[in-house]
């Protein structure tokens, strides 16, 4: 079975500019969350979709939004970035909603933001 | 406010031995709790997940126990070794929040 596939792996974009980056989770699995890991703040919950909506929002502004679709992949999008969104992206899924599932990861999008 | 504390950034011990790493949480009440590995530049890699009715919970040489009155889990890699060097993340809540994680450094 195919693992949780990220795309792009790296990308470097400038600042006020805005990225997209997806996510393919495993097949059968109907939810997907995403996580900013920083060495500062560590991993740090961004959302979680289920059945292509949004189940759970972290802490984050609303230049931090995501989206899902019917076949349960996943986009998030961050508007008119920053220099301390510079960050490793990662995107998890799970077979079901809640934390009595087990989430696998991806290898993560690696954000610069220059 | 809702806490994870993951007590040592750092371990080191020495091959064969048991490493132990503590999780705490404060203002939760998980009824499950999860334990991950994560190596330098990778997604985290589930390991165990323990339930609230389960005090203690063992995959190969690997041990969990969860104490919902301490409001504390313990995790366990007995007789280590140096490939078990890597950052062990704990996480619970229906949001799945992660600790900050302990560095683990077996030498050989």
């Known amino acids: 079975k195919a693992g949780v596939t990220q795309t792009p792996r790296y990308l470097i974009k400038t600042r006020g500019q805005q990225v997209t980056l997806s996510c393919s989770p495993i097949s059968g699995h109907r939810s997907v969350s995403w996580y900013q890991q920083t060495p500062g703040q560590g991993l740090q919950f961004l959302f979680e979709y289920f059945s292509e909506t949004q189940r759970n929002k972290g802490n984050f502004p609303g230049r931090f939004s995501g989206r899902q679709f019917s076949n349960s992949r996943s986009e998030m999008n961050v508007s008119t970035l920053e220099l301390g969104d510079s960050a490793l992206y990662l995107c998890?899924?799970?077979?079901?909603?809640?934390?009595?599932?087990?989430?696998?990861f991806g290898p993560g999008t690696r954000l610069t933001v220059t | 406010s809702q806490k994870i504390e993951q007590n040592s950034e750092a371990l080191n011990i020495q091959e064969g031995k048991t490493a132990t790493l503590t999780c705490n949480y404060t203002n939760y009440s998980p009824a499950y709790l999860q334990w991950y590995r994560q190596d330098p530049g990778r997604g985290p890699v589930f390991l165990l997940l323990?339930?609230?009715?389960?005090k203690e919970k063992r995959k190969e040489r690997l041990k969990v126990t969860f104490d919902t009155t301490l409001k504390q889990s313990l995790f366990h890699i007995t007789a280590s070794q140096p490939a078990d060097s890597a950052t062990y993340l704990c996480a619970l809540g229906n949001d799945m929040r992660f600790g900050a994680g302990t560095r683990l450094t077996v030498k050989p």
């Open positions: 323990i339930r609230e009715n389960e």
């Open positions: 998890a899924s799970s077979l079901a909603l809640g934390a009595g599932y087990e989430q696998y």
